[in-house]
């Protein structure tokens, strides 16, 4: 594990909250120091991992990614020889669906320009924004990108929406060694690539998805949940955290349904989910989908409660809506109807300069360009500096409101919650400051059908597993099965190779439980384990599974039990024949002793399927 260092502290004391002109003369040295960072807080301790047990989300970007290149050792050029101090823009500006988000960032940017520039620039030198259209297609992004950093000589990056075009970017920061700034792509696979050059204000799909797991499960007590999103890869990468997060708190999403960018009628994605039986359903899409679909499922006679990502919300569901919005609740990330001079102030320049109210995709620019334009001033022109300042921001108040950045650069601020409520929309803050929810520690009860007794003279249970026909004629075996027919219980075993192919000894198995109605099932070793309870998931089956991987009870499956690897079929056979005496020839009654912590055989169980001790 890293050490906690640094990052790069600004010779200048404080962090002004207003541009003010650069000096000529600024000695730009920096100096290293601790950096004081909370872990993230995010997302709480309780939302684990769902399988392989590795750390939580949290805990990998607790540390710094550092940069240890030359970068900051080259000379600051002369600015006799500079006109102007260029920034890179890039994003939808025009020919895109995005293109009025596009425009509206460009907006925002542009007026942090302005001011920086009425406030002297940089040592009286003007930034300049250079704009380059993002057409969304791979290669004519990667053209764009290639062509602000090498041929314009841009100082910093900034853009886009699109999560393609902003991984390629990010992709040329790490060659080019150029600070990238992003105030409107939420793709939560970005920081994941552990490149140090990246600096966002907005809160990515994952803080947002986290969120909206907590208050429709834990808040609200959901259970059953559709997930409607466009196909695109904001609406595939965007869902990917709140779907894992459902899994987590042991309620998977139930029907997940996907529609072209463009469409209009959804009406058949509807029906299914209607069918479906949900309690509710999270959109991830944009405003006008939104709009058409609420109003789709008005007139359907749907009543389940609709959430959204940050894009699905805002003034313009309202107008579109109508009454079909009311309740309607979504993420967003600050509160556009607090009382705040800055940003009331802010709002009254960008309506007066653009004829419109800005929204996040503008505001958000606004910030996070006023902040470059600050590193730039206190750093001067070298793009290793320049980085030093940016990682050096741990909080910011912009005119969205306040910040906080966890060592990877990332605004982790709580999110707020929007609702419609009587034709207007309310914000509060939803924080991750109490406990998240219980994930599995006391294990996943069995909620389904009773099940039926079996007749005693049919008991038979499955032994799959590598060489499995060998093992049950194992002596201590036969001893054991000998036993149960003095006492008048006849249980009969049935092998399974598992060294089979894997298509014939999985339709072995299923014959085993479908046909001949086995009781119960043992399997030999990791591999079958895993087979046998998908199937048991799916036929309502217990099974002991010998096997040291953990993974196989941290899925939230109420039929398995885990014995340690090389535990003898005889111990596991022993157990479940007294789980029979006791709870009788019926699957879901050897189920919930197996899952009591009585002991059986000398073996105890937690209601997780692992051992207690």
């Known amino acids: 594990m890293r050490c906690w260092f640094a990052v790069f502290a600004l010779v200048c004391a404080g962090w002004a909250q207003s541009l003010v002109p650069c000096s000529c003369g600024t000695d730009h040295a920096v100096v290293l120091e601790k950096r004081s960072m909370k872990p993230y807080t995010g997302a709480p301790e309780d939302l684990r991992p769902f399988s392989k047990f590795t750390a939580a989300y949290y805990e990998n970007y607790q540390d710094l990614i550092e940069y240890n290149g030359a970068a900051r050792d080259l000379p600051d050029p002369d600015l006799q020889e500079l006109n102007e101090i260029r920034i890179g823009f890039i994003g939808p500006l025009y020919d895109h669906r995005d293109q009025k988000l596009g425009n509206r960032m460009l907006h925002g940017a542009q007026m942090a320009i302005a001011e920086a520039n009425a406030a002297g620039g940089y040592c009286g030198k003007p930034f300049k924004l250079m704009l380059h259209n993002d057409s969304a297609i791979w290669g004519a992004a990667s053209n764009e990108i290639v062509k602000m950093v090498y041929d314009e000589k841009v100082w910093a990056m900034f853009g886009s929406i699109s999560g393609d075009t902003t991984h390629i ?19 939560p696979t970005i920081p994941e690539t552990i490149i140090p050059w990246y600096f966002t204000d907005l809160q990515d799909d994952r803080v947002q998805g986290y969120t909206l797991a907590r208050h429709i499960y834990t808040e609200l007590g959901l259970k059953r949940i559709a997930i409607l999103r466009v196909n695109d890869r904001y609406g595939r990468f965007g869902v990917l955290k709140f779907r894992d997060a459902s899994r987590r708190l042991g309620h998977p999403v139930v029907i997940e349904q996907k529609f072209l960018p463009g469409n209009t009628d959804f009406q058949r994605q509807l029906r299914v989910i209607q069918d479906s039986r949900v309690d509710a359903i999270v959109l991830w899409t944009d405003i006008v989908p939104t709009a058409m679909i609420l109003k789709q499922m008005q007139s359907l006679g749907m009543k389940q409660r609709v959430f959204g990502s940050h894009r699905t919300i805002g003034e313009e569901l309202i107008t579109l809506a109508g009454p079909a919005a009311e309740g309607f609740e979504a993420v967003y990330p ?26 996040h995709f503008a505001a958000l620019a606004y910030d996070a360009m006023q902040a470059l334009l600050k590193s730039i001033c206190r750093a001067g022109l070298n793009k290793g500096r320049i980085l030093d300042a940016m990682t050096g921001i ?48 006391d294990g996943v009860q069995y909620s389904g059908p009773p099940l039926p007794e079996q007749q005693a ?4 249970v499955g032994i799959f597993g590598p060489h499995a026909e060998e093992a049950i004629r194992a002596p201590e075996v036969l001893r054991l099965l000998e036993q149960e027919r003095q006492q008048g219980l006849a249980v009969s075993l049935v092998a399974i190779p598992s060294e089979l192919s894997w298509g014939k000894a999985s339709g072995e198995l299923i014959k085993t439980v479908y046909q001949e109605h086995a009781l119960a099932l043992i399997a030999l070793d990791r591999s079958s384990s895993h087979l046998a309870e998908q199937i048991a998931v799916k036929a309502f089956v217990p099974v002991i599974a010998i096997s040291s991987d953990r993974a196989l009870t941290s899925t939230n499956i109420p039929w398995i039990f885990r014995l340690p690897e090389n535990t003898p079929l005889s111990q596991a056979l022993s157990c479940l024949k007294e789980a029979i005496d006791q709870a009788g020839a019926n699957r879901e ?23 207690r001790y």
Request: include cysteine; charged fraction near 25%; proline fraction near 5%.
């Open 589 to 611: 009654k050897i189920r919930g002793l197996l899952a009591s912590g009585k002991t059986l055989a000398g073996v105890r169980f937690e209601q997780t399927g692992e051992l």
């Open 334 to 359: 600050y509160d556009p109807n607090r009382a705040d001079a800055r940003w009331h102030e802010f709002r009254a320049r960008y309506e007066t300069q653009f004829q419109e109210k800005p929204d």
């Open 457 to 460: 003279g049919q008991i038979k």
């Open 394 to 441: 741990t909080q910011y108040e912009g005119v969205t409101g306040h910040m906080v950045f966890d060592p990877n650069c990332k605004n982790i601020a709580p999110v707020f919650l929007a609702r419609v409520h009587d034709g207007t929309i309310d914000y509060h803050r939803i924080t991750m400051d109490q406990p998240y929810a219980r994930v599995g520690e």
């Open 169 to 187: 970017a990010l992709r040329v920061t790490l060659k080019a060694e150029t600070p990238l700034i992003n105030s409107a792509s939420t793709d």
